[in-house]
């Protein structure tokens, strides 16, 4: 048989077909990421310049609406310094390692109805493999580029991991009890029939310290202590220029989508909304990502930052608690019930 | 094969480049993990020998210099300069210039407390006291060009009074301005004021105790914090502050958070100084009748009148009238501290020695006292919270 004659036998094209569908769906969630942390850092820029009495981007087209465009042009040609005593092919890797963990999660989130790239049954649990495995990026590039600042702030983000990636995955255990999956679409499903069709009210707690640790596992303020300009200049990623910084900024944002988008899935319904938004079946789930998105930006020009040694208390002393007491809640309720 | 390295503290080079160290002030830190063993401040990265410019220059001309002294709040500096040598000449400014130099000095305190607050906060990691901070500044900022033409470097005080009278509109912009500025505070103070990160940032980091203070030469401010009711413009009034009315706030326990709502109150209380001065400005002269022998005369007049001219010719080339011989020391109170000028004069029109007490040099020293047994972290709050300016530290 010639290759075209297997091709067209009616097994080998459905698999080909399947495979295109899923590369097809590979390229647009990661072309709508790209651009939606195109226009989150505008947002970001926009959100938190309004609320501090001045305009934010205003040069790059009408209300600059293109200074995106015109950062992402920048960062690719900027020069790309590798300081002489880094650890070069470490220092290659740590922000591919960070931007791929952050990228992959994607794939196991259902947008819409049906529209998921990888519909496994072990959803939940892949996100939090990766975004533990997105804080190897950090570590390895603050140890990486030899420099001081860098390598506190290394140290400092292993150690948020550590505290934060138990609490937030402790605080999911209550969602995953109450919907007897980790199957992310399952998740969304068992959420109707509940009021207002959110697991957030009954899982109160849990959605409580998901956010919390959300937020510090984002490295974002309050709790970015690992890129505490003030203190670290800039952490990690002080060496980074370029392209390669590029990658730690699309990781960061990507993150903060990323958790935003698990927030919604599993704590607010996914796709489902009062009322069915017609030809956009991903409407309700955007709206409410970009209300957590902003709720980060919110935070961020609020709160001045935590010190090392007491984020570290607060995960062990308040978040863990506080799961695990969501956990014995839901139980027993799941019990009584 | 490996060899057994031993363990050694991570030697940490804070600045004179790095975004919280207010200018180029340079902390080496010895580092056990996250914990300050050692801190060791470097100064001298802006010295530009001030002092000894002014040795060979006029009383009159060196006045620009006390400018770049604290260059966040210029003319607190100008006016603790000509007080000091009018106290050398032995003259005594109007009381219109009086109290048009105690309003331009508190103006000066509320500007430089609002940039020590921004910065403060935005090392805590607070971002938008900052540009609330800026906001208000900037107001200060018009204001001193509406009064003088210049923002930054103002060099508005003269010996023996003020260069220019003020008009009706900058007083009533002024009155706006401290009608307003108590609301701004508040707005401050809502963001920061009970917040449980910055609380929790602030209350017991950097404490230092009544004695420990004044052995450590502390003052403003930050002596104030750890209780000591000590103020110049009360224990030794120039100007017009045996005139107008103010309280001294006094903080408790000494730590970073009793700093800051020393300084939150010092700005209500220099702007009730300000409210103060616009409604009791006396008429009158804003120049000492013996002026012409310090200052120079308006330009009209040198080209019209002889007698202004010998003053212009002579203020250049020799220097105001030959100052009295001997020695003197006065202190002003400056948003940062105790700004003292000390003057060794050898009977001619430049100082012998000019020695400039700055409180930013004496506050930069008790740093290592603050730091070391604390966090990275708790060094950047105690930079924020003794308040130095390096241009002034440095001279």
Redesign the interface.
């Not at chain 2, 991570?10 to 080079?13: A, D, H, R, T």
């Not at chain 2, 906060?121 to 938008?128: H, N, P, R, S, V």
């Given at each position: 048989m010639s290759i075209f004659e297997t091709i067209i036998q009616p097994d080998t094209f459905d698999v080909l077909i399947k495979i295109g569908i899923i590369l097809l769906k590979i390229v647009i969630v990661v072309a709508a990421a790209m651009l939606h942390v195109m226009y989150a850092t505008y947002f970001e820029r926009k959100s938190i310049g309004h609320m501090q009495v001045r305009l934010g981007p205003m040069e790059v087209g009408p209300h600059g609406v293109l200074q995106p465009i015109a950062d992402g042009v920048k960062l690719f040609f900027k020069e790309d310094i590798i300081p002489a005593d880094a650890d070069k092919p470490v220092f290659y890797i740590a922000p591919v390692i960070s931007l791929v963990a952050a990228l992959s999660s994607l794939s196991v989130i259902p947008f819409f109805k049906g529209f998921v790239i990888a519909n496994i049954n072990i959803g939940l649990l892949f996100i939090l493999a990766m975004s533990s495995l997105g804080a190897y990026g950090i570590i390895i590039s603050g140890w990486a580029s030899n420099s001081k600042y860098s390598f506190l702030g290394g140290l400092r983000s292993s150690a948020q991991v550590i505290s934060y990636e138990i609490a937030m995955g402790l605080s999911l255990v209550g969602v995953m009890m109450m919907a007897g999956s980790l199957n992310i679409s399952d998740i969304v499903n068992a959420q109707a029939a509940y009021p207002l069709r959110v697991y957030a009210i009954p899982q109160m707690l849990g959605f409580f310290v998901f956010m919390v640790a959300g937020i510090a596992e984002t490295n974002r303020a309050p709790f970015d202590l690992p890129e505490a300009e003030s203190e670290l200049v800039a952490g990690y990623f002080v060496e980074y220029s370029g392209i390669r910084f590029a990658m730690f900024y699309l990781s960061e944002y990507i993150g903060m989508i990323v958790i935003s988008l698990i927030a919604v899935v599993c704590f607010l319904g996914g796709w489902s909304g009062p009322f069915d938004i017609p030809y956009v079946p991903f409407a309700w789930l955007l709206l409410k990502v970009y209300f957590f998105i902003f709720f980060y930006y919110w935070i961020r020009a609020t709160l001045p930052r935590y010190r090392y040694d007491q984020l570290m208390s607060l995960g062990w002393k308040l978040l863990i608690p506080l799961a695990l007491l969501n956990i014995v809640i839901t139980g027993i309720a799941k019990l009584m019930l | 094969m490996a060899e057994v390295n031993e363990v050694k503290e991570?030697?940490?080079?804070m600045g004179p480049q790095?975004?919280?160290t207010h200018g180029v002030l340079r902390l080496v830190l010895q580092?056990d993990g996250?914990t300050v063993v050692k801190c060791t401040p470097h100064v001298g990265y802006l010295h530009r020998g001030i002092e000894k410019l002014g040795e060979n220059m006029t009383y009159l001309s060196a006045l620009p210099l006390t400018d770049r002294l604290d260059y966040i709040a210029s003319m607190s500096n100008n006016v603790g300069y000509v007080v000091a040598v009018e106290k050398l000449f032995g003259i005594e400014a109007p009381e219109r210039a009086k109290f048009i130099r105690t309003m331009v000095a508190e103006m000066s305190r509320i500007s430089s407390h609002i940039i020590w607050l921004g910065t403060h906060?935005?090392?805590?990691?607070?971002?938008?006291p900052f540009?609330?901070a800026f906001?208000e500044r900037e107001w200060i900022l018009d204001l001193f060009e509406m009064l003088c033409g210049a923002r930054l470097t103002v060099s508005y005080p003269r010996i023996g009074g003020v260069r220019n009278d003020v008009t009706q509109e900058f007083l009533d912009s002024l009155y706006r301005f401290a009608e307003e500025f108590p609301k701004r505070i508040e707005e401050y103070e809502t963001?920061?004021d009970k917040?449980r990160?910055?609380l929790?940032?602030t209350k017991g980091i950097g404490i230092i105790s009544k004695e420990e203070a004044i052995n450590w030469g502390l003052t403003g401010a930050t002596l104030r914090g750890s209780g000591v009711p000590y103020d110049v413009r009360k224990y030794a009034p120039y100007d017009a502050y045996d005139k107008v009315e103010f309280d001294i706030p006094i903080g408790e326990n000494g730590d970073v958070y009793d700093r800051y709502r020393v300084r939150m109150a010092e700005m209500r209380q220099a702007n009730r100084i300000l409210k103060q001065c616009i409604e009791k400005l006396p008429e009158g002269p804003i120049m000492a009748p013996d002026a012409p022998k310090f200052t120079l005369p308006p330009k009209d007049r040198v080209l019209k009148d002889m007698e202004s001219l010998i003053h212009h010719f002579v203020l250049i080339t020799k220097g105001p009238m030959a100052a009295p011989e001997g020695e003197i020391y006065v202190a002003t109170e400056v948003p940062k501290g105790e700004l003292g000028f000390y003057f060794v004069s050898d009977g001619t029109g430049r100082p012998y020695r000019m020695r400039v007490r700055a409180p930013s040099f004496v506050h930069a020293s008790v740093l290592p006292r603050l730091c070391e047994g604390g966090?990275?972290?708790?060094?950047?709050a105690n930079i924020g919270t003794i308040d130095i300016v390096l241009g002034e530290c440095d001279r």
């Open positions: - | 991570l030697v940490v080079n790095h975004p919280a580092l996250e906060a935005l090392d805590i990691g607070a971002m938008t540009l609330y906001r963001l920061i917040n990160i910055w929790k940032r966090l990275v972290a708790d060094v950047i």
